[in-house]
């Protein structure tokens, strides 16, 4: 299916089941759909990101991940409030991307639109781009913070690893990219690349713990995990903040992602999403799991980080601190890119 298509069938769900809500104010969409042309064809592995904009604070819960016509559309609520200011957008590089490009599907009352213009205009203006660098080095900074604080595995190997993977979002974002989420290594190694900074993405890749695993080995950690997303989604009872992504049928997306990318030679990059899901898949067998699958579970994640580098405790205390080394120099390479 065409992204032009995917974009319709987007913005008649929200005609059809959101638009007549008291408060409505409109809809855009975010993530990887914007960044591509009308006529590339979506990959069924990505989801489809809607904001919907409400008026006043009280907002509905949360949808999560639905299935529309074969597409996963992600769909969230946000206040008007909080995105009616085009200066406070443009200083945060997750929300700015979305004004950036043409992302609204409805605004009835004309009130989007001129935040899009607004957002467009100065988007590229070094003053934005520095703030949104600084914006996801805080963000790099805070996850840091959070693995210091963490006591459970699920929750230290998802702050370390997504402090590591933040410096990638500060570099894509100095090079005006799209910060994506599961290609964000491949997308990054491509700019630094193209700005002749090769060895960093080695560095990068080092930090990670990746830089030296064959394709086989990274595909015997996605077939092992694998089977452990499948209990999580089995088991799964308790309110948990990913829940909605926790399911066999977005099982493209949580698993096929990191195949495909696997199968095109990205192994070693791939191995950012398969902690991610690996750390939610262990939160939910944490929790509602019985003693023998948070074992399994354990034994496995235990030897991808062994894979990595990481045999205990003080090796995760070790990486923590290759990261902060890496965020500041990504820090520096970002002012080159925007200079």
């Known amino acids: 299916m065409k992204i032009t298509d995917v974009k319709t069938l987007a913005k008649h769900w929200v005609e059809e089941n959101i638009s007549d809500l008291s408060?409505?104010?409109?809809?855009?969409l975010t993530g990887s759909t914007i960044w591509k042309d009308e006529d590339d064809l979506h990959a069924p592995s990505s989801d489809v990101?809607?904001?919907?904009?409400?008026?006043?604070?009280?907002l509905p819960a949360k949808i999560g991940k639905i299935n529309h016509q074969n597409i996963t559309l992600e769909i969230n609520f946000v206040s008007f409030t909080s995105i009616s200011d085009p200066q406070v957008i443009l200083a945060q590089y997750h929300i700015?991307?979305?004004?950036?490009k043409n992302s609204v599907l409805l605004d009835p009352l004309g009130q989007l639109a001129p935040i899009h213009k607004a957002v467009k205009a100065q988007f590229a203006e070094a003053i934005w781009v520095i703030k949104r660098c600084e914006d996801a080095r805080g963000n790099a900074k805070n996850w840091l913070k959070t693995f210091q604080k963490a006591s459970e595995l699920h929750d230290q190997v998802t702050?370390?690893?997504?402090?590591a993977g933040v410096t990638t979002h500060m570099l894509l974002v100095?090079?005006?990219?799209?910060?994506?989420?599961?290609r964000r290594y491949v997308e990054c190694n491509i700019l630094l690349q193209q700005h002749g900074y090769n060895d960093i993405c080695e560095n990068l890749l080092t930090t990670l713990g990746s830089q030296h695993l064959s394709k086989q080995t990274v595909l015997h950690h996605l077939n092992k995990l694998d089977g452990h997303f499948a209990v999580a989604c089995k088991v799964m009872k308790s309110p948990y903040m990913f829940a909605a992504d926790m399911s066999m049928d977005l099982k493209s997306i949580a698993i096929g992602g990191s195949a495909e990318m696997i199968k095109a030679g990205h192994h070693r990059e791939a191995v950012f999403w398969l902690i991610a899901i690996y750390g939610r898949s262990r939160a939910v067998i944490f929790t509602d799991g019985t003693e023998a699958q948070l074992n399994a579970i354990d034994a496995d994640l235990w030897s991808l980080l062994a894979d990595l580098g990481i045999d205990n405790q003080q090796d995760m205390n070790i990486r923590a601190t290759m990261i902060a080394d890496d965020i500041e120099t990504a820090w520096q390479i970002a002012m080159k890119i925007i200079a």
Request: net charge negative; no cysteine; charged share 15%.
């Open 23 to 28: 408060g409505f104010v409109g809809a855009y």
């Open 49 to 58: 990101d809607i904001f919907i904009v409400m008026q006043g604070d009280e």
């Open 96 to 100: 700015a991307n979305a004004f950036y």
């Open 159 to 163: 702050a370390l690893f997504f402090a």
């Open 174 to 182: 100095a090079g005006v990219k799209n910060p994506t989420i599961r």
